[in-house]
């Protein structure tokens, strides 16, 4: 395993302006079997560092998604690490989470995604005081014949982040809606989380993602506020997974808001399916990306409800079903 490339995020180039191109970077990997999913790490500085955009390099017949993570912790330090959500059998590195504590998605990029720039002014901060020590780009690789013989090919996918040293006005979170629970054999069931925000500042939410495996027609999430529902996000999870602009530019949560959000899950097996981490299971995640003005991001990086049989968003006393989107299981465009 080739060390050398773990350099440190303060390690990096300058783009001209004051933002820098930082490489994160696959160390020329050959993964030996299809689906394989790798890890490799970079350390934050001690002084904190401000990440404006994220730049992909990957091939989408190779790759089939790449994820930024932010760790407190991360699994390895020192080596790359096969860190699948498939429990994936051999492998000539070790197997791991991602994160052993402290993780949050700051990019993701699938199949046709391009850069993401953040909106102006608006950054991730990572090293320093931030709970962010560590920055770790995962990549799956769909498809390895490339690396096997006679092509023999190595990878280097990854991610340019245009980083800076001086801080930014405002700073970017990620806050996660996701459910436990299980999808009832030969039915249509509603995962469903909701989460009241009590904060005293205002959260400017400007992209999500949606997360679910194969039962997954369609993920929304909302903001409550008096009892009216707002769309935040809406997107068929089988499309390409990564960061869509919300719905309504420019929308607020304020205190007293409720955050929503709901999988409708379609299963034609004959099984009952629950939320786990292999393929065989299921998982319903709606991420919200947002900024603040200053430096408190919410303190608070989940919501997540025991979900079916026992928990639907009518367990929440100021949710009404009759306000509740017809359109809130509805595939957008069909
Ligand atoms: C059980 C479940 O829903 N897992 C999700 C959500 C999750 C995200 C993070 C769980 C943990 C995390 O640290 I960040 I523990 C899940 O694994 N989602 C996948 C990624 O692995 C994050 C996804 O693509 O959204
Ligand atoms: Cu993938
Ligand atoms: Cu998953």
């Not at 001209?16 to 689906?35: F, I, T, Y």
């Not at 990564?242 to 309504?248: L, R, S």
Request: with cysteine.
């Amino acid at each position: 395993v080739c060390t050398a490339v773990l350099a440190v995020l303060t390690s990096a180039k300058p783009t001209g302006s004051e933002e820098m191109a930082v490489e994160l970077r696959m160390p020329e990997v050959q993964p030996k079997l299809h689906d394989t999913y790798l890890c490799v790490p970079m350390q934050a500085g001690k002084k904190a560092s401000y990440i404006t955009g994220f730049l992909p390099h990957a091939n989408s017949s190779t790759a089939h998604h790449m994820l930024i993570y932010g760790c407190a912790v991360p699994f390895k330090t020192d080596q790359i690490w096969n860190c699948g959500e498939m429990a994936s059998k051999n492998s000539d590195v070790e197997q791991g989470p991602v994160c052993t504590e402290g993780a949050k998605i700051l990019y993701a990029w699938a199949m046709d995604a391009t850069s993401l720039h953040l909106p102006k002014d608006v950054a991730f901060k990572v090293g320093g005081n931030s709970e962010i020590n560590w920055v770790v780009l995962q990549v799956h690789y769909k498809d390895v014949h490339l690396f096997l013989p006679p092509y023999n090919q190595k990878d280097h996918s990854g991610v340019t982040m245009l980083v800076t040293e001086t801080p930014k006005p405002k700073r970017a979170g990620v806050y996660l809606l996701a459910t436990d629970g299980e999808v009832a054999p030969n039915a249509v069931t509603y995962m469903e989380a909701a989460c009241s925000y009590e904060q005293p500042m205002t959260i400017h939410p400007f992209a999500y993602r949606t997360h679910a495996h194969d039962h997954g027609e369609v993920v929304s999430g909302y903001r409550v506020r008096n009892g009216q529902w707002t769309e935040l996000g809406r997107k068929s999870p089988k499309l390409p997974e990564m960061f869509y602009n919300v719905t309504h530019a420019g929308i607020t949560i304020l205190p007293g808001d409720i955050l929503a959000a709901r999988c409708t899950m379609v299963n034609h097996e004959n099984r009952t399916v629950a939320i786990g981490s292999t393929v065989k299971d299921e998982m319903c995640n709606f991420y919200l990306m947002y900024w603040v003005d200053g430096e408190d991001i919410m303190d608070e990086n989940y919501c997540v409800s025991p979900g079916p049989p026992s928990w639907y968003w009518s367990d929440v006393h100021a949710i009404h079903a009759e306000n509740v989107p017809a359109d809130a299981s509805v595939v957008p465009g069909t």
